[in-house]
Each structure stands twice: as C-alpha cells, then as structure tokens.
DNA sequence: GTCTATAGATTGATAGAC
DNA sequence: GTCTATCAATCTATAGAC
C-alpha cells in the first residue's frame, strides 16, 4: 500500500514489494496470484472497510443530523487512512475491467447513502439542492479533498478542520 | 496527453506514443528529449494556461463578483479540458523532483488568487470563513471534482451544473 | 514456504543507414 | 528527419532445488 500510494502502481515493481515485505524474488507469488491482485485487494478492503464503518454509525432522527453524522463521518475514516484512499482515486484505471466494475458498484453505493440524505431532507423542506446527485458528488469531492490540506502544510487540528468543512457542507445545502 | 489520462504516465511506452502519433520508434526523439519532459510539457503547458486565462477574465468590483468569477471560469476551464486536468491531477508524483517543484510553485500561485479574494471578501464582511487557505482548498477540490459528474454519467447541460456548484460555493461562504 | 535461476517479453533510449 | 536494428536494463511470472 504504502509503495502504491508513494509511487503508483505501474510504477512499482514485484521486486520493490518483495524488498519491502522481506521475502526475495518469487516468494511473493504464494501469498497472490499476481500483481493485479494486489491491487484490487486494497481496493476492495478499502470499499468494504468504508461501508461497514459506516453501517455501524449510531443511526441519527433529522436529515440535519443524518448529514451531520454522514460528514464528519467520511472527513475522519478518509483522514485517518491517507494512503488507501489515495490509491483509490488514482488507480482506478490501472483495475482490469472486471474489477473495475466491482469497486465502481461498490463506490456508487456509498454515494447513494447521500443521495437518500439529501433527498429526504429535501422532501422534508429542510434542504434546498437543485440536483441531489450533483450535489452529492460536489460534498464527497470536497470532503476528500481534505486530504490535500495536510499535504499542503496547513496547521489546523484535525478537530478544527472537520468543524470548517461541516460548516461549509452545512451551508451549501440550505 | 490521450495515452497519459488514459492509461497513466507510467503505464504507456513510448513505443504507443510513437504509434498514436505517426511515426516509428525512434523518430519520437527527434521532438523530445526524453519521456519524462513529455509529461513536464504537458504540466507546463496547463498551468501556464491556466494562469493567463484566469488573468484574462474581465475584472470585477465587489468580492462577491470576484469569486462569483472566479467559480465560473474554474468550472468552465476544467470541464472543457478533462484530460489536461486528470493528468495534472493523478500524475504530480511522477514528475522528478525539480520539475515537481515548479508545478506546484504555479499551483499554489493560483490557489492565492482564490485566497485573496476569501480575504478580502472577509475583511470587508462579505464572507464568512475561518481559515482563507482550507477554504480556498475546499472550494477548488469541489469545482475541479466537477469532472466526475459527467464521468459518472450525470445529465444535465454545462450551464447547469455551473449554476449548482456557484449556488453551493457562494453559500458556502455566506 | 523460501530460495536461486531464468524464461520471455517489454522497457527507454541510442546508433547509423538513408 | 525517418527508418531499422539493437543495447542494456527491467519487467511479471514460473520452475525446480531444498
């Protein structure tokens, strides 16, 4: 994961991966069938990791606290997990089509979680969005973008930063 | 610029180049030095373009017609050059050091522009916003995340999802 | 289950004829 | 300025000894 996401995935040889795990050339391939493999398993833990931490949220009343819970939620699992989710926007391309297509569903179900926050509390009157899938995407965009913050250098608390993202998801969609 | 949104810098050889442009191996060399300034080019080419497009826009008064601006001319730039943007987004780690250095020096220089204007609209009581830098980052990943709508297959007009994401952006800073 | 050795293909880049 | 030929290195993956 950590070469993945430093170097990229064609960019990295089975002969890196083998140096950093400790075994020498051809050992590897008993514990993966090859190299695709490895990928689409980091892909496909990070996926599923995501949603089940997801699932195990405490379920929140109002569409306000269902948003609420559902940003801070994706702002603190995509800050505490860096490299994955590097590696899960910038390698799509290098998955094979079938496993493509897995993580894509995968990905889309996550979003359809907003999607449905987003159209209740608007049929509810609580939030005003001309486009509930274009909105979603634009708050997932900026949520993961967050990222980008401590790679930019920005000395904020992790705590300080999720409470300015919030407000700014807040206010976008009333 | 094709071959490298598509299958990523490190994916595609110059053997494909050669053949996507017309002439045989070798020739290639004749119109770069190596494959490493293809890609700088590339980078140079967006960044620079970037900043003189932006510099052109006809100027605006109050900060709220600079950023209003300002949105609208990110959103419009990056969806009519979706591989130009991809490459510049997914491809920073393979550029060599020196030539890494220069792009994000033209980065952040534009990421300022935004800056300056959250500052000044804040100064002025037009804003309300906690920290210009988060801000400015939160905003640009937002506007430049609206290339995966039409990705993932969203179908409204350009002038559409322009007026979507301005309405969310100037919210968000209200 | 790890090692060495290697197959077979491909890589970026260069040389030299034309 | 394009071509063919090729170098030297590297790639993924496999074979077989231990």
């Not at 089940?52 to 306000?64: C, E, G, K, M, N």
């Not at 391309?93 to 907003?114: A, C, D, H, Q």
């Not at 274009?134 to 930019?152: E, K, P, Q």
Request: charged share 25%.
């Amino acid at each position: 994961m950590t070469l993945f996401a430093r170097h990229g995935y064609a960019a990295v040889s089975m002969r890196q991966i083998e140096g950093e795990v400790g075994v020498q050339a051809g050992a590897l391939y008993n514990y993966t069938t090859d190299k695709q493999s490895l990928l689409f398993d980091l892909f496909k833990r990070h996926m599923v990791d995501l949603r089940t931490a997801l699932d195990a949220q405490p379920p929140s009343a109002s569409p306000q606290d269902r948003l609420e819970a559902f940003a801070r939620f994706h702002i603190r699992f995509h800050l505490e997990r860096p490299q994955a989710v590097f590696i899960s926007y910038m390698e799509l391309r290098n998955l094979t089509p079938e496993n493509f297509r897995v993580i894509e569903e995968l990905r889309r179900r996550y979003e359809g979680v907003l999607e449905a926050i987003l159209e209740t509390g608007r049929d509810a009157g609580a939030f005003h969005v001309a486009d509930t899938r274009v909105t979603a995407l634009a708050i997932i965009a900026m949520l993961t973008g967050i990222n980008t913050c401590y790679r930019s250098g920005v000395r904020l608390s992790l705590a300080e930063v999720e409470a300015i993202y919030w407000d700014m998801v807040r206010k976008a969609v009333t």
